[in-house]
């Protein structure tokens, strides 16, 4: 399993996340998008890579308010720590370096619930390490994947059938 830039508790700012639905329901996205864009990067990220920056914020601000609205709602009361202990699979945990919506702090106390869960902060990168770091981001998981594939029995394979005119008829 890979967790990436998440929390298993609510916000710290749990109310304000509550506040911000309301408001996206009022109002729309657009100011919301603008408020919170330095937020969800790394310092500079605009200006390193402003395709992928505008893309980013396009996206959200397409997003139908009720959605966005419905998601601060589940964030704002999601707590899953008590069931982090009981999660058995191999976990990667990714946090970004300068993530402010669940920072590298936050996401270590999510880490130290799931049992034997590995975390890994990717330097340079906000909220949004996928979109800053997406080699990073994506050689990491692979590579969390390729070490469990490793680590597992060879597959089950049943012995091959025979095969030609004779196959299945007991001649």
């Not at 982090?84 to 990714?94: H, S, V, W």
């Not at 702090?105 to 880490?111: D, E, G, I, N, P």
């Not at 979109?131 to 050689?139: A, G, Y």
């Amino acid at each position: 399993m890979a967790v990436a830039t998440s929390s298993a508790a609510p916000p710290p700012l749990g109310p304000a996340v509550e506040a911000r639905a309301v408001e996206v329901r009022k109002h729309g996205l657009s100011e919301i998008v603008r408020r919170t864009a330095v937020r969800r990067f790394a310092p500079g990220f605009a200006e390193r890579d402003p395709d992928a920056y505008v893309a980013s914020l396009l996206m959200l601000s397409t997003m139908k308010p009720e959605g966005y609205a419905a998601c601060c709602e589940a964030l704002a009361a999601h707590d899953a720590r008590q069931l982090l202990p009981r999660i058995a699979a191999p976990t990667l945990i990714l946090a970004g370096e300068h993530d402010q919506v669940t920072p590298p702090s936050l996401v270590r106390k999510m880490a130290a619930l799931v049992p034997d869960a590995k975390m890994r902060v990717i330097q340079g990168a906000g909220h949004l390490a996928s979109v800053e770091k997406p080699l990073t981001f994506n050689t990491l998981i692979a590579t969390h994947l390729e070490d469990y594939r490793r680590e597992q029995p060879a597959p089950f394979r049943p012995a091959a059938r025979p095969s030609g005119p004779s196959a299945g008829t007991g001649s």
